[in-house]
């Protein structure tokens, strides 16, 4: 192990991105390139359905098992996210042309600040979320114009895996602190 | 040929797992990254798909002709197992927050015990049926912390051609030994 | 190139493929892991959906302009065979536990023999038909124990081109014959 | 940087591709295998659904945004190209067997001729467009035939990116020529 790495677990990580994972209380996903690959399936009558990874709801377990919260914040309205989200019994906003502000003022109810937050994205929507929050996080193929920004870019692509990489980075880091 | 490598047909096998094959009256199978690629197609409606192979339905074909038994143990209760479970013809049970206690009712209905079991897993709540049964398998893209209990591993991913494996494997190592 | 090679286009093929092409009436083609990649999406009512290639309409149309007829031939009655027969406007013999006798039956009605037929395949139940006709092709990611019969495999995968692959490789041999 | 390239953005150009961009003031697409993967997934009922990208939204804003004109131009009449069109905001034309003329028709309308003219394309049906419009571009996963006729091929296969691709390659230009 080299200087400057946090081995916690199965994933590698650096001592800056644990360091960062243990502020964090409140972790906002976008939905579409990370909870799904970023595509949509089409069907005559215009209704649509995405592919999601069953990896995901073991995932998000672990977050609230560490008392970290978790958010969906989509710009879009689509009925797909609100299905996704409440089988994972995760709270959803949908409909935000403004992802910041939404995520600051679910942060507000729960009396935390950017400082506290992770966001994980994928493309420049994500944008100024990803530079708003402590621990900007990218899926591995997300847009080369937001892969810059992240202090952490996940091994899985959105959908395959992506979301339950991100909570087991959270388990590695909070379940080894608790030792 | 190596030593300790029995090789039955296609695939290589250790001799330690092809003696442990001999031993198998009953095949466990988790359903979600087993019978699929793990994933889960949602619709605006809440209702879910999933993604099968059709290369399974003559596997589990070549287990009953050799009598070896099949279930599909699922903690989620969810229509598209029934379904994929009906139309390939292999019981299923589904509910079952305790895996093991299910998998052990189902044998001793058999008069069978876990040292007669195999069961196919890919991720964490498959770990302590995997760690009971005689032959613990898990599938190619296993999440890694139950890839390390496994005595096989599939080459096949979930969802493609890996319950085809395992029947396969039963098959080399029984169809052999009845020459 | 090197002997006993017929550069015909764009893929490379044997003078003995070449010949046996030039010989050939009649294509039958198996449905599953053809047609499709194999795979099957099943719904919570037990309905089925497959995956298809757009790209396989165009090859059909080159086969009937050269007077070379299609058929797809399936084990099992299943509604989205005939639903993709029908819009490519390809006649399919579904439910036949035999598939040599239905493709028996289609050749005597045309005055042909298995002489003058190919059949692509990709599982065991297609042996029979590989082993019979003139010119037996698998796909690409066959099942190990019927890639041995085939004259050739397609550089396509199933569901990916491996119709549309056979197709232009009739093109490519009996269109330059017409040069 | 080599001669000849502009290195505009993320993506390496060559200046001949660059020239040709500023020049162009609507884009034609194909719809099957440009904005999809080329699957098509069947129903039991006959009808169908199609896996398009998340990602092409964004791009086709970013076309808009510099008001540089797109259009899908589709062989077939189907529902889903609608759909998805619809779903985009772009304009559809559907049912045109001759796609140059549909496509001349779309550019005089608008006092523009081929000159001024981009397509995506991606099989032997769009020969006839690509070989017309001072823009030809195909995309990674195109069919042999038609990769010769492009003047650009895109990195990203076809539902995986490739429109993105493309208007993010407008943008780099444009945006680059506006500073």
């Known amino acids: ?5 946090a081995m916690t677990g199965g994933i590698s990580l650096s001592l800056e991105v644990a360091e960062r994972v243990c502020r964090v209380r409140l972790v906002g996903f976008d939905f579409d390139g990370v909870f799904t690959d970023n595509s949509v399936y089409v069907f005559e009558d215009g209704r649509e359905a995405v592919r999601c990874s069953r990896a995901d709801g073991i995932g998000l377990a672990k977050l609230a098992r560490f008392g970290v919260g978790a958010v969906i914040i989509s710009t879009e309205v689509n009925p797909v996210v609100s299905a996704r989200a409440k089988k994972l019994g995760v709270l ?12 600051e003022r679910i942060l507000g109810e729960r009396k935390l600040t950017f400082d506290q937050a992770a966001f994980v994205g994928n493309d420049v929507n994500d944008l100024t979320c990803l530079e708003k929050v402590h621990l900007p996080i990218v899926v591995q193929d997300a847009h080369p114009d937001v892969a810059s920004v992240a202090a952490y870019r996940t091994l899985a692509p959105g959908g395959y895996g992506a979301v339950r990489e991100v909570c087991d980075i959270f388990e590695q880091v909070l379940g080894s602190r608790a030792d």
């Open 1 to 5: 192990m080299s200087r400057g790495e």
């Open 92 to 103: 959803c906003v949908q409909g935000c042309e403004d992802k910041p502000s939404a995520l």
